[in-house]
């Protein structure tokens, strides 16, 4: 995309955003380039939704990047990212926990995560049902992972246009999030990033309470293909 429209867009992202929410620039299909012109703009956080293609295009980019990883993550997937990754908002499953633990444990490094909720009607999307979660919740103790650090949740609204349908699957989110912060699972301190919002229901996302955005087309534009 042209350079000029991309200050642009990033600029009227920036300002639309409250100060304490966090942007991830979600880069997934975007060339090196365009990841490398909104760098120069001064951009770190950027999201990827597919293991191979953040693999190949990490090493061709600035090393002080926070990749964030947002998409489904297959358990012999979790090799290509986890030497670099940052934050992997998408942990949707034990046995990706236990993977995750065994490749940082490896790697000597403790890695930070969000657990992932299923919030939308949709069935396509991933993550622990909020029934789950508890479940999970309740045995922390017992399958808490030493090179993990859970620094809070991430959720996806159901693909709608029915504002009141998404308004309440993310008021429901945040009230999980609140919930598990005062049960105390979790040190308050870190377990503080609730991960919500897309260019299509940013706002709905700031006002239900996310802390981080994950914002594709407005900054970089409609995706090819
Ligand atoms: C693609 C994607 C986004 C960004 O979507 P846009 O509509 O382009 O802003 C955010 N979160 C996840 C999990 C995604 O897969």
Redesign the pocket.
């Known amino acids: 995309m042209d350079p000029i429209a991309l200050a642009r867009n990033y600029a009227a992202v920036k300002a639309s955003l409250p100060l304490h929410i966090s942007l991830?620039a979600?880069s997934?299909t975007r060339t090196v380039e365009e990841i490398q012109a909104l760098y120069d703009l001064g951009h770190r956080d950027f999201?990827e939704?597919y293991p191979q293609e953040l693999k190949e295009k990490q090493p061709l980019l600035p090393g002080d990047i926070r990749w964030h990883f947002?998409?489904h993550l297959q358990r012999n997937k979790v090799k290509y990212i986890l030497p670099f990754v940052h934050l992997v908002?998408?942990v949707d499953s034990e046995s990706l926990l236990d993977e995750l633990q065994k490749r940082a444990s490896t790697l000597g490094r403790t890695l930070d995560i969000l657990l992932q909720v299923h919030i939308a009607q949709e069935e396509t999307k991933h993550g622990f049902s909020p029934g789950e979660l508890e479940d999970l919740l309740t045995r922390w103790e017992l399958v808490q992972r030493d090179h993990i650090r859970v620094r809070g949740l991430?959720g996806?609204a159901s693909l709608t246009e029915d504002q009141n349908r998404i308004r309440s699957e993310m008021d429901g989110l945040f009230t999980i999030f609140r919930t598990v912060r005062e049960k105390g699972t979790f040190d308050p301190v870190t377990f503080s990033i609730l991960s919500m919002g897309?260019?299509?229901d940013?706002e709905v996302a700031v006002a239900a309470g996310s802390t981080l955005v994950?914002?594709?087309?407005?900054?970089?534009g409609a995706?090819r293909g």
């Open positions: 991830v979600v997934k999201g939704n947002i998409g908002h998408s991430m996806m897309m260019s299509g940013v994950r914002i594709g087309t407005a900054i970089f995706r």
